[in-house]
C-alpha cells in the first residue's frame, strides 16, 4: 500500500509559480524508489489528464506538451517526495492537482496505468 499526501497548492497570478509536493508513505514492502509517479490534474467540467511523469531511475521524465518547457517535476527517494515545479503559470494551469504511484509495468501517461493516488491540490491562476 502506498498513501499519497499533496501540498503546495494555491493561488497565483499568470506568470507565476508554485511548487507542488507529494509525500509518500508506503507500507507495502517495497521502497518509495521503486514506483514510477505521475502527476494528472483535473479541471472544473474536463477529464483527468496526464502532466508529468518520472520512472524509478533518475534522468528519465515525461511531460505532456502543454507543460512542456515551464513544469519540472522530480523526485527525492531520501524523503518520499514527489516534486512538480510549475513556471511561467497560465489561467489554463488552473485545476486539481494529483500525484500518483505506479507499481506494476505499464504507460506513463494513462491515469488507469497507476495503483495509487492522492486527494489532490487545488492550484488556481488568475489572469
Known amino acids: 500500500q502506498v498513501q499519497l499526501v499533496e501540498s503546495g497548492g494555491g493561488l497565483v497570478q499568470a506568470g507565476g509559480s508554485l511548487r507542488l509536493s507529494c509525500v509518500a508513505s508506503?507500507?507495502?514492502?517495497?521502497?518509495?524508489?521503486?514506483?514510477?509517479m505521475g502527476w494528472f490534474r483535473q479541471a472544473p467540467g474536463k477529464e483527468r489528464e496526464f502532466v508529468a511523469a518520472?520512472?524509478?531511475?533518475?534522468?528519465?521524465?515525461y511531460y505532456a506538451d502543454s507543460v512542456k518547457g515551464r513544469f519540472t517535476i522530480s523526485r527525492d527517494n531520501a524523503k518520499n517526495t514527489l516534486y512538480l515545479q510549475m513556471n511561467s503559470l497560465k489561467p489554463d494551469d488552473t485545476a486539481a492537482y494529483y500525484c500518483?504511484?505506479?507499481?506494476?509495468?505499464?504507460?506513463?501517461?494513462?491515469?488507469?496505468?497507476?495503483?495509487?493516488w492522492g486527494q489532490g491540490t487545488q492550484a488556481f491562476v488568475s489572469s
Open positions: 518520472i520512472a524509478t531511475i533518475a534522468g528519465y521524465t
Open positions: 508506503v507500507t507495502s514492502g517495497r521502497t518509495f524508489s521503486s514506483y514510477a
Open positions: 500518483a504511484a505506479r507499481g506494476r509495468f505499464g504507460t506513463y501517461y494513462r491515469a488507469r496505468d497507476y495503483d495509487y
